[in-house]
């Protein structure tokens, strides 16, 4: 059984002249000139005012007092507000977030004060000058103490919140939400399993470290009227947010006015409204006048969203054929102090835990807790390179134990087209049996290598990864189209550009429709006021959801395109077609009339009279075929999914045996894009997010002190990688099982190719070493110390 | 206090501040938007421009050490139009969402000023103080290798 799609795309022909080339990218003269505005670079003129925000020092206290007074009267200031000013909640799935903190603080970095000033430098000095008194709680860092019977509670009105209809948190606890899945008989199937294997993963916070820190403006201007510049990926969740969460100012959304130029990297960071809301609220306070808040580059790793840490328990039981019966999969999540988005990780995990594979009996828990460390939130993967981390380790270690090839045994278990899925629904159509092939022969997977050097030793591993967009059932898109003089024309989106070439794909879409080349076609970054809406940049949908509203948008015009013609002409709307730009008849060859002549100012008939006028078009998609509701108790009944991209990860690793140095040799990475509509781009994806993989599991580490203060908040103590940190080769392999209801066949491709990577590197240090790590990262440090562990016993 | 200096091949005569680094004031004061703010410590490189020819953090530098010398930012590499090494950057994908592409760009010019055949070594070396958080860094060294002189310059 599968899924009837209600729009199918054409997917048909391989005669494109757009899509599937590797068109030179529309920012990219923008980028590489020096040309792009970012938030930052926009001019507000003497007026802007500045804003620093005074922070939590504890993880957990309860505010005593607030003394501004000595703030106040500092140079420069203007205004300083607390919780009392904005005594709002707010949130994306479930409004647990305050703009300012009310009674109590919950994590270390928490925004308590806000202190408005002329200058930077004033703001920062005033900022000092605030007093706050605390009393200290006792703080929760490990989430499997939070769920402990006695716990304190950290939002004990937990049951009060709202929260969408697809959560399930539980009264008088620390879990904001509970994503159960029940299928088959579980017991029945351990007790029948020939081999069961129980272990634990665990996998610690990271941060997103986009080069651009997060950045505001935001005016309340005297007709109130509120605009935010605002580097972001989502502009119409944001304005959302901004309009429901100040509705008691008076607000509507028709006065919220949100902006967003080009954007220096998110990867889910700048998905939803973190600081940006502080900036909005300020902005009521100082009528008239701009307020930048600037994140420090230490603010961004300690006050934006976190990736969430995670301990899983992983039971899998296999036949002695290598048939994976029974998969039972606890998740538990250090969600942090708020949940407003994690939670929504934490329900998109729960539903895909098996990974990629046909499991008829399934058991998965995923239990978002609260605890006093930063909020967590999306990062590239959304949960899945959390949950596969654990979940691929344990694949290799019960291929071993049962003898088999462990490529083949993943083979045998792939997930293909049909096969029922957690929650019943059923599997698209997918390339991941290609994706194993290619991959394997990538590595070379099977052929045993020496290293030349006695010191170090080499290893292969192998992985898998699949992920769906976790979104809304009715989260959609939309864009507007229309067409100049020359014939050129512009499209308005409100997807953001974040890099990975969405605007270039967007033209491509439309171009290959209308026979346009991408250089004659704009593709302009959202204004809340004149692009159409959007859901939000995230999940690799924008490709997929999108690309669906402008590839409508283009047939809408193409239809207004020969109508034109049908009245002027006569000639049947059937008989026409578009070919370079111009529209041509099957049943006259002779005829041909070039858009540039007609799609502005029309076409003069034979009376002087004219026909046609600007031709403008709209296209809009949502997922209609998805529904979130389902059994709260077994998780089954609803299509919760659109649908899932797969592919695999493998990598050769050169292992130092005394330092525990790896140096990948070589890593490919295989990704079903259904249909690469720009394989540079989908080339661009594997390879930066195969490097940001690699950097969580062989670099990265964030470290708390026992106050759940973050230890390590700056590029020096935080490695992220620089040019050197990079595999010696990457092998990137796009594959093309076209996607029935994606645009041309496509879906996407973004976060997909960081999931992989941390499994894959565990993997070969264990087949190079024969130590299994089965905690994140797997530092150099922690590798040599494992040698010396294993060589002891 | 009094700060003369040249951005681009423009003279500029300032009154700043002791405290002012070098980077708000291209920023702020000139005008020049492409060195961008990314960790204010030296450590991403998004601020980085040519100090006589020679690549520094602008975030670390204070304006009036730079007085009478001249910066070069990435509007004046590409006043004339692209540069050969610019062109390449757009021709292998090298940038993603282009926050550091001002600042790779520099580093990039720089090397091959001083080492027009640079190994893939060289080029790691000379942009291992760049942070890129998008690319993985292959395409960006693809794009300078193909524009060392052996490779066709």
């Known amino acids: 059984m599968t899924t009837t799609y209600p729009f199918e795309s054409d997917k048909s022909g391989d005669d494109f002249t757009t899509v599937g080339t590797s068109a030179t990218r529309i920012d990219g003269l923008d980028k590489i000139s020096g040309a792009a505005q970012f938030v930052d670079d926009i001019d507000f003129g003497p007026g802007l005012l ?3 925000i005074v922070e939590s020092p504890h993880a957990y206290a309860r505010i005593v007092s607030i003394d501004t007074t000595a703030a106040e009267n500092a140079p420069g200031v203007v205004r300083v507000v607390t919780g009392e000013d904005f005594p709002f909640k707010f949130g994306m799935y479930m409004e647990d977030r305050y703009i300012f903190a009310q009674d109590h603080v919950r994590f270390v970095g928490e925004q308590v004060v806000g202190v408005i000033a002329r200058s930077h430098r004033q703001a920062i000095q005033a900022a000092k000058l605030v007093e706050v008194e605390y009393e200290i709680l006792e703080p929760l860092f490990d989430p499997k103490k939070a769920i402990e019977d006695d716990a304190t509670l950290i939002h004990p009105e937990l049951d009060d919140y709202t929260h969408v209809p697809w959560f399930f948190p539980k009264e008088n606890t620390n879990i904001a939400h509970w994503r159960k899945i029940r299928k088959g008989d579980t017991e029945k199937a351990f007790a029948e399993a020939d081999y069961v294997l129980e272990d634990t993963y665990k996998v610690p916070r990271y941060a997103h470290c986009a ?5 505001t403006v935001s005016r309340l201007d005297q007709a109130g009227r509120l605009t935010v510049w605002t580097a972001s990926q989502s502009p119409y969740t944001q304005r959302n947010l901004f309009a429901e969460a100040l509705a008691p100012l008076g607000l509507s959304h028709k006065d919220v006015r949100v902006i967003t130029p080009y954007v220096g990297g998110g990867f889910g960071g700048k998905a939803g409204v973190s600081m ?3 900036g909005a609220a300020m902005a009521t306070v100082v009528k008239g006048r701009p307020v930048k808040v600037r994140w420090t580059r230490e603010q961004e790793f300690y006050n934006t969203y976190q990736r969430q840490g995670v301990v899983a328990d992983l039971k899998v039981g296999v036949m002695q054929d290598g048939t994976i019966t029974a998969v039972e999969h606890k998740l538990c999540w250090d969600a942090g102090a708020y949940v407003e988005y994690g939670a929504n990780v934490v329900n998109a995990a729960g539903l895909s835990a098996t990974g990629p594979y046909r499991v008829p009996n399934i058991t998965n828990d995923s239990l978002c807790i609260y605890t006093n460390l930063p909020p967590g939130g999306p990062y590239r993967g959304f949960g899945y390179s959390e949950f596969h981390f654990g979940l691929e380790s344990h694949m290799d270690r019960i291929a071993d134990a049962i003898g088999m090839d462990r490529v083949e045994f993943r083979r045998k278990n792939a997930i293909v087209e049909g096969d029922e899925l957690a929650y019943g629904a059923h599997m698209n159509p997918s390339g991941l049996i290609e994706a194993i092939d290619k991959t394997a022969a990538a590595i070379d997977w099977g052929v045993d290598e020496e290293s030349d050097d006695p010191n170090t030793v080499i290893g292969k591993g192998m992985s898998l990864f699949w992920k769906a967009p976790a979104m809304p059932p009715n989260a959609s898109s939309a864009s507007f189209l229309k067409f100049n003089e020359d014939g050129s024309m512009n499209i308005t989106v409100s997807g953001m550009e974040l890099g990975q070439g969405y605007l270039t794909v967007m033209a491509q879409i439309a171009g290959e429709i209308l026979t346009v080349p991408v250089n004659k076609i704009r593709v302009e970054t959202p204004d809340t006021d004149r692009n159409p809406y959007e859901w939000q940049t995230v999940a690799s949908h924008v490709t997929w959801s999108c690309g669906l509203a402008v590839e409508k948008a283009a047939i809408e015009a193409r239809a207004k395109i020969f109508e034109v013609i049908h009245q002027v002409y006569g000639y049947e709307d059937d008989s026409l077609y578009l070919e370079d730009e111009k529209v041509k008849c099957t049943t006259d060859p002779a005829f041909e009339k070039s858009l540039s002549e007609f799609v502005v100012d029309g076409i003069q008939t034979e009376e002087g009279t004219w026909r046609g006028g600007p031709i403008v078009a709209s296209g809009k998609f949502m997922p209609e075929f998805t529904n979130a509701l389902s059994d709260p108790e077994t998780g089954q009944g609803g299509h919760p999914n659109v649908h899932y991209t797969v592919g695999a990860t493998g990598v050769i690793v050169e292992i130092d045996k005394q330092t525990g140095k790896v140096n990948v040799r070589k890593a490919a990475l295989a990704v079903d894009a259904g249909r690469a509509l720009n394989p540079d781009l989908v080339r661009g ?21 026992e106050n759940g203060k973050l230890l390590n908040p700056t590029f020096t103590d935080y490695k992220i990688p620089t040019a050197f940190d990079i595999p010696d080769e990457i092998v990137p392999i796009i594959v093309e099982v076209p996607q029935p209801d994606g645009p041309f066949g496509a879906r996407g491709v973004g976060e997909h190719t960081m999931i992989g990577a941390a499994p894959a590197i565990a993997n070969a240090v264990y087949d190079a070493l024969g130590v299994r790590i089965k905690s994140m990262p797997l530092t150099q440090e922690k590798i040599a110390m494992a040698v010396i562990e294993e060589s002891k016993t | 206090m009094d700060l003369k200096l040249t951005v681009n091949g423009e003279a500029w005569d300032l009154d700043v501040e002791p405290a ?9 004061r000139i005008g020049i938007k492409s060195p961008k703010i990314g960790c204010e410590r030296g450590d991403c490189g998004s601020c980085t421009v040519l100090l006589d020819g020679k690549s520094v953090r602008s975030c670390l530098v204070l304006a009036v050490e730079v007085d009478g010398h001249e910066i070069t930012t990435v509007e004046g590499v590409g006043y004339e139009g692209l540069s050969h090494l610019q062109a390449l950057f757009l021709e292998n994908n090298a940038f993603q969402c282009g926050f550091c592409a001002p600042g790779i760009v520099l580093s990039a010019t720089e090397l091959l000023e001083n080492n027009p055949n640079p190994t893939r070594h060289d080029v790691q070396e000379a942009l291992a103080g760049n942070l890129c958080r998008c690319t ?8 300078v290798l193909a524009g060392g002189e052996e490779a066709g310059r």
């Open chain 1, 211 to 215: 080069i651009e820190p997060h950045v």
């Open chain 2, 136 to 143: 993985g860094y292959e395409p960006i060294i693809d794009a």
């Open chain 1, 276 to 278: 940006e809301i502080l």
């Open chain 1, 685 to 705: 994806q594997i390879t930066g997010g195969l490097v940001q993989g690699l950097a969580t599991v062989l670099y990265e580490d964030m470290r708390f002190d």
């Open chain 1, 50 to 52: 500045h804003a620093v």
């Open chain 2, 20 to 28: 002012d680094v070098l980077l708000d004031v291209l920023r702020e």
